[in-house]
């Protein structure tokens, strides 16, 4: 398809994997030049030359490890001309309030919550001095329906959920436009990691995690693409009149948890 995409510079974090790394593809894919970025080298390098073999696009990475603001500064300063920043940096544990302790809770919110709130501060007052750009936080489902055994996950995606529809609310005044993806369940390592995580709290056995994936939509998880996708319709100008809404992508879990 053709979103009209093509030579604009797009930003994406944690985009050495799953999702990020989708939506890098998605973008390269109409033609736009992409930066990554993620905390190892190894896995942007990689991503990097798979993205490179297959579009005609320039693309950079940045190792950088968002939980530190000055290398939000660092980026905000070497990527200046951002025109769409998808934020999806962050790894936040699962587990109920007893597993996840103080200071467990804390690195993760610096890195997915405090990452995106400063990514947000930084790359909007740059979009704004152009009056153009759009920023994409990859949320999480979790956000509109709390779950126990997820709960720092389940509390930061809230707290982000506000923040993007705060900042969306106000953006048109500046030419801008923010909105949020809420993802459910997305077939990733992370994914994995976390459904072993709950079959070991609930199960007893973390290999009994496959148990988990039967009663989703279409027994089975989304896929990194079909996220993507979403975010590079979001990113053009034919969603031009979307902002501060954010879109749910769960396969009807939501819809299918609230009519219990």
Same mark, same amino acid.
């Given at each position: 398809?053709?979103?009209?995409?093509?030579?604009?510079?797009?930003?994406?974090?944690?985009?050495?994997?799953?999702?990020?790394? !989708?939506?890098?593809?998605?973008?390269?894919?109409?033609?736009?030049? +992409? +930066?990554? +970025?993620?905390?190892?080298?190894?896995?942007?390098?990689?991503?990097?030359?798979?993205? =490179?073999?297959?579009?005609?696009?320039?693309?950079?990475?940045?190792?950088?490890?968002?939980?530190?603001?000055?290398?939000?500064?660092?980026?905000?300063?070497?990527?200046?001309? $951002?025109?769409?920043?998808?934020?999806?940096?962050?790894?936040?544990?699962?587990?109920?309030?007893?597993?996840?302790?103080?200071?467990?809770?804390?690195?993760?919110?610096?890195?997915? +919550?405090?990452?995106?709130?400063?990514?947000?501060?930084?790359?909007?007052?740059?979009?704004?001095?152009?009056?153009? %750009? =759009?920023?994409?936080?990859?949320?999480?489902?979790?956000?509109?329906?709390?779950?126990?055994?997820?709960?720092?996950?389940?509390?930061?995606?809230?707290?982000?959920?506000?923040?993007?529809?705060?900042?969306?609310?106000?953006?048109?005044?500046?030419?801008?436009?923010?909105?949020?993806?809420?993802?459910?369940? =997305? &077939?990733?390592?992370?994914?994995?990691?976390?459904?072993? $995580?709950?079959?070991?709290?609930?199960?007893?056995?973390?290999?009994?995690?496959?148990?988990?994936?039967?009663?989703?939509?279409?027994?089975?998880?989304?896929?990194?693409?079909?996220?993507?996708? &979403?975010? !590079?319709?979001?990113?053009?100008?034919?969603?031009?009149? $979307?902002?501060?809404?954010?879109?749910?992508?769960? %396969?009807?879990?939501?819809?299918?948890?609230?009519?219990?």
């Amino acid at each position: 398809m053709d979103l009209g995409l093509r030579g604009r510079k797009a930003l994406v974090t944690g985009a050495s994997k799953g999702i990020g790394r !989708a939506c890098a593809e998605a973008l390269a894919q109409e033609g736009c030049d +992409v +930066v990554l +970025v993620s905390r190892t080298a190894a896995d942007l390098e990689a991503a990097r030359e798979i993205i =490179v073999s297959k579009h005609n696009v320039a693309v950079r990475f940045y190792p950088l490890d968002l939980s530190d603001s000055r290398n939000v500064d660092k980026l905000a300063a070497e990527c200046a001309d $951002t025109e769409i920043l998808i934020n999806n940096a962050g790894a936040i544990p699962g587990g109920n309030i007893d597993a996840i302790d103080e200071t467990r809770w804390r690195i993760a919110w610096d890195l997915k +919550v405090f990452g995106y709130i400063n990514m947000t501060r930084r790359f909007y007052a740059l979009m704004r001095e152009r009056n153009k %750009g =759009v920023i994409i936080n990859i949320l999480g489902a979790a956000g509109e329906n709390p779950d126990f055994d997820y709960i720092a996950g389940s509390s930061g995606n809230a707290a982000l959920m506000a923040f993007t529809r705060a900042m969306g609310g106000t953006a048109p005044r500046d030419g801008l436009r923010v909105v949020g993806i809420n993802p459910g369940p =997305v &077939m990733t390592e992370r994914l994995v990691s976390l459904m072993r $995580t709950r079959a070991h709290s609930q199960l007893g056995d973390v290999d009994r995690w496959t148990e988990y994936m039967k009663p989703l939509a279409f027994g089975r998880a989304a896929k990194p693409e079909e996220i993507a996708w &979403m975010a !590079a319709f979001l990113a053009c100008d034919l969603s031009g009149y $979307t902002t501060g809404s954010i879109i749910t992508i769960d %396969g009807g879990g939501s819809s299918r948890r609230s009519a219990l």
